[in-house]
């Protein structure tokens, strides 16, 4: 199934530091006026410039979608197959190599590997570096900090010095492809919980550093196997007898036959009504729903509707 392209989300974020953030830098530089733990750096529009790497939002994002997973479930393999479960790799890191079906390892994969991936399945989700949007605005300083011994009380390392950024903005885009609604809406709670300061980013979180405030800046929705019939109001899939209203915001398992969505652990029905009316995509081909800005009409609505799925997961793995 996942050889195919279905359904695919992108998220246009921004990231603006609600405090001081710092994403150190895997080396300590020979530049002696530099601090010993420097923002990573890289060369983007014409220079040097600090940025966040999308590998560490994606580490933050799976770590806080893991914490609500085991809130709600549990982080074992469970005896009721509807039980959301997050993996342990410590216990769990052999039941891959049961099948070589493809379809049965990702069905017995837990809900956040079945997004994130793991040894055996490939992740649906993709998050991009976060740049500047005005490196003028990036405001950078200088703090002393020193490492107390938990045993003795007296100072274990240190004083030493770090960098971090006080002030900018950094903009991001999230891609989600082959995804659930539920999977898009265990998404939406992650960053309306980074949103809330509930987790942070990069260094000494537990110090103060690493709060953000998420703006959304757009959301689009694209189903590329499929055409707009603007007449009759209603979404067509290609090579298959789907057909769905043109508000209908559909999962993967909406554009499967009902043994192959079976096979694979996808729920049929799943789709949601929206306010937002399809387009046609680029070059006339494909269709796209779109969400613009972060008010109750943009973005968060979509999440509000995928939660909606996310929501009846829980009341059927409750039941």
């Given at each position: 199934m996942h050889k195919r392209f279905v359904n695919h989300c992108t998220i246009n974020l921004t990231l603006i530091p609600d405090g001081p953030i710092l994403i150190k830098s895997g080396k300590e530089g020979a530049d002696p006026t530099k601090p010993d733990m420097e923002f990573v750096e890289t060369y983007y529009a014409g220079g040097r410039s600090i940025y966040l790497p999308g590998s560490g939002l994606k580490g933050a994002i799976r770590a806080h979608a893991e914490r609500i997973i085991r809130t709600v479930g549990t982080d074992t393999y469970p005896n009721n197959p509807k039980t959301l479960w997050a993996n342990d790799p410590l216990n769990d890191k052999y039941m891959y190599l049961q099948s070589l079906e493809a379809a049965d390892i990702y069905k017995k994969s837990s809900f956040t590997d079945q997004l994130f991936g793991n040894i055996a399945i490939a992740s649906r989700l993709r998050v991009e570096d976060a740049y500047p949007v005005d490196y003028t605005q990036i405001k950078l300083e200088e703090r002393n900090g020193v490492a107390i011994d938990r045993v003795?009380?007296?100072?274990?390392?240190?004083?030493?010095?770090?960098?971090?950024?006080?002030?900018?903005?950094?903009?991001?885009?999230?891609?989600?492809?082959?995804?659930?609604?539920?999977?898009?809406?265990?998404?939406?709670?992650?960053?309306?919980?980074?949103?809330?300061?509930?987790?942070?980013?990069?260094?000494?979180k537990?110090?103060?550093?690493?709060?953000?405030?998420?703006?959304?800046?757009?959301?689009?929705?694209?189903?590329?196997?499929?055409?707009?019939?603007?007449?009759?109001?209603k979404?067509?899939?290609?090579?298959?007898?789907?057909?769905?209203?043109?508000?209908?915001?559909?999962?993967?398992?909406?554009?499967l036959p009902d043994a192959e969505a079976e096979k694979y652990g996808f729920l049929k029905p799943d789709n949601q009504p929206t306010p937002i009316r399809a387009e046609e995509m680029n070059l006339g081909f494909g269709v796209q729903l779109n969400w613009q800005g972060d008010g109750e009409a943009g973005v968060p609505d979509l999440f509000t509707r995928a939660v909606r799925a996310w929501s009846q997961i829980l009341r059927g793995a409750a039941a």
């Open positions: 003795f009380g007296s100072v274990a390392v240190g004083p030493f010095n770090y960098q971090v950024c006080t002030a900018g903005e950094f903009r991001t885009k999230i891609h989600l492809k082959n995804f659930t609604l539920a999977q898009l809406g265990l998404i939406g709670l992650v960053l309306r919980d980074l949103n809330d300061g509930w987790f942070g980013l990069g260094f000494a537990s110090r103060g550093l690493g709060t953000v405030t998420v703006k959304y800046n757009s959301a689009t929705v694209q189903y590329p196997g499929c055409v707009l019939n603007a007449e009759a109001r979404i067509c899939q290609l090579g298959n007898s789907g057909e769905w209203d043109w508000t209908l915001l559909l999962g993967a398992g909406e554009f």
